[in-house]
């Protein structure tokens, strides 16, 4: 198995236990809410409820109430009294049966009646109806037997004669202590009922046997809530309390018991139906009052919690999933962004470093460069000295005929002075002496101009007059031009003009084309050259034009060359207009060449005028 399928299996895995825990969460979460939500609902419903015991328990005490006194007051009445020692005094009767009959209905009893000693109904407000009571025995019925002992009898019975159910009060008649029989009131609660009925709570009254003889549900009537042993049964059957009616159970099962006087209870002959009952006794009537409340309400409550439960817990969920997926993905976008930094940096890093070596390489060869340009000025510098050197050499004929001449004429003009100095012609003497002086000043002019061609050069410029250079380089050429009989033509404006240059190398600039050019018409039947100088407003432009064959188209572009040479090895090393560029271009001009129409070449030289000072006449300085 490869690692990214046990990964995805390992996550599965932690997927379902995840889920699996918050669906346990759930439900505890759900039971526990249903829990306390029953718990509150039923508290809730508990005291409703009590509320409304409370009310039903009050208003039946106050039913009773009303006529609780009603029998004792009747048993003080003399008419009773009276009636009950004197049985057989038919003429009160009627007045007695009125009299009971109007009692009856102003105070809206059921019935009203006296019974004797021996438990006989005597006079009875229903003694003109159907079916009266009067002529009837209940001497059976406890309230009878209750009063007969002095003490107000109370009971609940079906009425055996009306068969309506009632409540009886009793009370004894009594005359000097003693007892003479009983005055009675039945009361019936029917509309007590009804009108509770409305509600949907049911109500239940038992007696003290646990059966139901008042109750809004009308088939829970004559029934014992709880199963009730036989005997009793019996005893309560033969007593036809409740007339031919069989006794029969609601069967009520305790579910939970929430206080004393509350439980949750089903009742068995309602299927699922579990209901909140609350129990209240009456002891004064020996009573226990029951109301029983379904738990709909309750359900309804659990249910909505749950819901609302469910939802917020889902909600929870989703959320806490909504916030990891977001910090997740915030977290994997920072690990991205951390690690693109991390490239970012790393590659910077190395474009860095490649940058560094690249400068590294660039600062030696730069310093290289550097150092092979001032070899190479050096070698220039050396070069043109050399050239300078050479040019001297090649001149050296030049000079000595230049140096010899005077000097021959010196010996004689001694030997003349020292010959008029024996004569003792001193004046000969002297002037002789003069021609010699005149001449060793002329040679030393010769030799100085020697040692400046041949210093070495400060590379400075200054404005220089372009005149004065041409005749040094005169000077030096002068006597190569006489040798081969070249003719040479100088044009220039008749005002000096002055260029930005240093003056010996300008001067060697010359030199080199005139020598050139003397090189070049040397073969010619007549030989010319030509210098022509112009000027504009920022440029000084010298010309050197020969007679000469011209350079050949394919070396014109080669003739500025190192070394470039067309000559032999003794005449020409091809390095004087290689030079001679170098300078030009080191005094910010330019030398170039063509060849005129005629035939012979045309050396330009272009240079930058000077503006000039009056004290700037540097070059003339020189030659004073
Ligand atoms: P070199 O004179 O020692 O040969 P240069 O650098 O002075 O060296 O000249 C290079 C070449 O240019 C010469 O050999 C020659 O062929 C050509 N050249 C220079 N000046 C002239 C000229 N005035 N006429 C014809 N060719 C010339």
């Known amino acids: 198995m490869d690692k990214n399928s046990l990964q995805r299996k390992r996550s599965k895995l932690i997927q379902q236990t995840l889920f699996l825990s918050l669906a346990l969460l759930l439900v505890i979460l759900l039971w526990q809410t249903a829990h306390w939500s029953r718990q509150i609902a039923l508290e809730n ?11 039903f328990v009050a208003n039946l005490q106050g039913e009773l109430e ?137 109500f239940v009254v038992t007696d003290p046997d646990g059966v139901i003889f008042i109750s809004t549900n009308n088939d829970w009537r004559y029934k014992s809530l709880y199963p009730l042993e036989k005997a009793v049964i019996n005893r309560v059957q033969d007593s036809r309390r409740y007339g031919d009616a069989t006794i029969g159970t609601l069967n009520v099962t ?58 917020v817990y889902i909600a929870i969920v989703f959320l806490i999933f909504y916030f990891v997926q977001r910090s997740r ?93 024996d004569r003792d012609r001193k004046d000969e003497a002297s002037w002789n002496l003069e021609q010699i002086a005149e001449l060793t000043e002329r040679m030393a002019k010769i030799s100085r101009q020697l040692k400046v061609f041949s210093r070495k050069t400060t590379g400075q410029l200054v404005p220089v007059s372009v005149q004065a250079v041409i005749d040094n380089a005169l000077k030096i050429v002068g006597p190569q031009l006489k040798d081969t009989n070249t003719e040479f033509h100088r044009m220039h404006p008749a005002d000096e003009i002055y260029v930005m240059a240093d003056m010996v190398q300008l001067e060697q600039v010359l030199v ?48 500025f060359d190192p070394f470039f040479t067309t000559k032999s090895e003794d005449r020409g090393l091809g390095l004087g207009l290689s030079i001679s560029y170098r300078i ?18 045309v050396f330009t030289l272009k240079l930058d005028l000077a503006r000039l000072t009056e004290n700037e006449t540097h070059a003339e300085a020189l030659f004073e």
């Open 512 to 559: 080199n084309l005139i020598a050139n050019a003397v090189h070049a018409v040397e073969k010619q039947s007549t030989r010319w050259i030509r210098l022509v100088v112009e000027g504009d407003s920022e440029k000084a432009t010298i010309q050197i034009i020969d007679n000469g064959p011209g350079i050949a188209t394919e070396n014109l572009e080669r003739i």
């Open 254 to 311: 305790k579910k939970d018991q929430l206080t004393t006087e509350a439980q949750v209870v089903n009742i068995g002959d309602l299927r699922m139906s579990d209901h909140l009952m609350l129990v209240k006794d009456m002891p004064e009537a020996g009573w226990q009052v029951h109301i029983f409340a379904g738990l709909g309400v309750v359900n309804a409550q659990v249910l909505r919690s749950l819901l609302i439960t469910t939802i």
């Open 66 to 202: 009303k006529y609780k006194f009603l029998p004792e007051l009747l048993a003080t009445n003399s008419l009773l009294i009276n009636f009950l020692q004197n049985p057989n005094d038919v003429k009160r009767i009627t007045d007695l049966n009125r009299y009971l009959e109007t009692i009856n209905k102003v105070a809206d009893a059921s019935d009203t009646y006296l019974m004797n000693a021996e438990g006989w109904t005597i006079a009875a407000s229903n003694w003109s109806s159907e079916r009266p009571f009067v002529g009837r025995n209940f001497s059976y019925r406890p309230y009878f037997q209750e009063a007969m002992k002095g003490k107000l009898g109370r009971y609940f019975a079906l009425g055996s004669t009306s068969n309506k159910r009632g409540y009886y009060f009793a009370y004894p008649v009594k005359d000097a202590g003693k007892i003479l029989g009983a005055v009675v009131i039945k009361i019936e609660l029917q509309g007590f009922e009804e009108s509770w009925r409305e509600l949907k709570e049911e």
């Open 329 to 421: 993905r915030l977290k994997e976008r920072e690990l991205f962004e951390k690690r693109a930094k991390r490239i970012l940096e790393q590659r910077v890093k190395e474009r860095t470093a490649d940058l560094t070596s690249a400068n590294i390489r660039l600062l030696r060869e730069i310093e290289e460069h550097r150092r092979t340009d001032e070899t190479l000025r050096k070698t220039q510098d050396e070069l043109i000295q050399a050239a300078k050197m050479a040019a001297l050499g090649q001149m050296s004929s030049g000079i000595n005929h230049e140096l010899n001449q005077p000097l021959a004429a010196i010996r004689s003009y001694a030997d003349n002075a020292r010959a008029y100095l």
């Open 45 to 55: 419903l508990q005291q409703q409820n009590q509320h409304q015991l409370r009310l």
């Open 584 to 601: 030009v271009e080191m005094m910010h001009g330019t030398l170039s060449a063509s060849n005129q129409n005629s035939g012979g070449a």
